[in-house]
């Protein structure tokens, strides 16, 4: 198979033609293998594996067994005794090859892909367009939150050809990471839900954030795209200016207009038509979730996709993986929005559940990650608004919410704070229960 360590370099040109000699030769052997795996361990007879490399891993290690356990070939960047060349693609950089191989892909499919990204709700408002979409059209997403720099090129290569459209998802931690994925993605139309303070740290301040999110609007400008906008913001007015194509929704001087009908216990939405209004009563708790929604509304719409469909479809959803869930135990109801958390999300979900109508609440509270500098200011602005709200108790875990003076119960992990949990004897309350990922707040649920 071809490899660029046995042959000089001669510049880009070089590397161009040596990518198109690459591609001949594996594109024909993924359309017959279209399966591909990147672990071992989930392997099954007739993968391409392609050996990843990390920090903590080299994937290059695992070949043989790769090929002992049924693999059809093994795409390495390292070569290990015994391979066998007629079943080995010896390359320079096996991610590169993988993305190479993902915007191949997507150059020979002759459909919409639309790419979503921002701070908060991407994956729910994925679900909920992927739901939509799949009322009419056969319909590729991104499976649960496989957004980075490996997820993104296997969602793409996991594209079939009776493909009509594709929702892709992409999450960033720092600058020109959205920009790298529309190299290969190629997006026809975009979605940015919001941009809110998550990740300060890699993207280096809140203009960071919005300057890296709007990579997905500078690539849909240069190339005559489609951007949904949620209107109600300000700054995606700014930050759209100049795609040459727009869709618009939020609750007033939108294409799709809708609002709050009811926030308790699941949100439901009027969605405000010429000829009068169509209440969606979907299964998410929390009246943040109405951009989500109406986002779901406006990519219906815009596909030709009939409201009775639309509304069924956002209706039948039920959040899973800890994303806005409505969960019981014990006659308590508990919000579970515990996948993730920054200042903007926690601040949208602390204010919710403040007006909620119920007796007694609690508020369970993990650290948020990735702040930075910013990061002390930050839990500190959000003890400031905990303290604003009448509570029946408050708990704050790890991070910088050990470190910071506050008159509320804190535990530094979640071990802990659930040993102190199961002692209570809560009944008929309600809890928020939220955090960063790497807090892993869902296990006070354990």
Not at 14 to 37: A, C, H, T
Not at 278 to 306: D, E
Request: one cysteine or more; a neutral charge; glycine letters at 8%.
């Amino acid at each position: 198979m071809v490899s660029r360590k046995a042959i000089p370099i001669f510049g880009m040109a070089f590397l161009l033609v040596l990518r198109i000699m690459q591609m001949d030769l594996l594109y024909p052997v993924y359309k017959e293998n279209p399966s591909i795996q990147t672990d071992t361990r989930k392997l099954q007879p007739g993968d391409l594996y392609f050996a990843l490399k990390g920090p903590r891993f080299n994937g290059n290690l695992f070949a043989m067994q790769a090929l002992e356990k049924g693999a059809a070939y093994v795409v390495v960047d390292e070569w290990q005794q015994g391979l066998p060349p007629s079943r080995t693609f010896l390359v320079e950089d096996v991610l590169d090859t993988l993305q190479q191989l993902a915007l191949y892909h997507r150059q020979q499919l002759g459909i919409p892909v639309l790419a979503i990204t921002g701070s908060n709700g991407k994956t729910t408002t994925k679900e909920l367009i992927h739901a939509v979409l799949s009322t009419t059209y056969t319909t590729y997403t991104t499976v649960g939150n496989l957004n980075n720099h490996i997820g993104i090129p296997l969602t793409l290569l996991s594209i079939r050809e009776d493909a009509q459209i594709a929702v892709i998802e992409m999450g960033a931690n720092h600058q020109k990471e959205i920009e790298g994925y529309c190299r290969y993605a190629l997006p026809t139309h975009g979605l940015i839900t919001n941009v809110g303070k998550a990740h300060l740290e890699g993207f280096g301040g809140p203009e960071g954030v919005r300057k890296g999110k709007g990579e997905l609007y500078d690539f849909l400008r240069a190339h005559e795209g489609t951007a949904f906008v949620m209107w109600d913001y300000d700054y995606l007015r700014e930050m759209s200016r100049g795609i040459p194509h727009l869709v618009t929704y939020g609750s007033s001087e939108a294409d799709i207009q809708g609002r709050v009908h009811q926030g308790e216990p699941f949100l439901e939405v009027d969605i405000l038509q010429a000829a009068g209004k169509k209440t969606i009563h979907t299964q998410l708790v929390g009246s943040y979730n109405l951009p989500n929604v109406l986002a779901a509304v406006a990519v219906g719409r815009y596909f030709k996709i009939p409201d009775d469909k639309i509304g069924l479809a956002i209706e039948s959803y039920v959040p899973s993986n800890s994303r806005s869930q409505l969960v019981e135990k014990k006659s308590n109801h508990i919000i579970l929005d515990a996948y993730n958390a920054n200042p903007s999300s926690m601040k949208a979900a602390i204010e919710n559940f403040a007006a909620l109508q119920a007796g007694q609440k609690i508020l369970l509270l993990g650290a948020m990650a990735e702040l930075g500098e910013d990061s002390l200011a930050e839990h500190e602005s959000m003890v400031r608004l905990i303290a604003r709200y009448p509570w029946t108790e408050v708990v704050l875990v790890g991070g910088d919410f050990m470190r910071i003076p506050h008159p509320f119960k804190r535990f530094a992990t979640v071990t802990e704070a659930k040993a102190w949990l199961d002692q209570q004897d809560f009944r008929g309350s309600y809890w928020l229960i939220k955090g960063s990922r790497s807090m892993q707040m869902e296990k006070l649920l354990g």
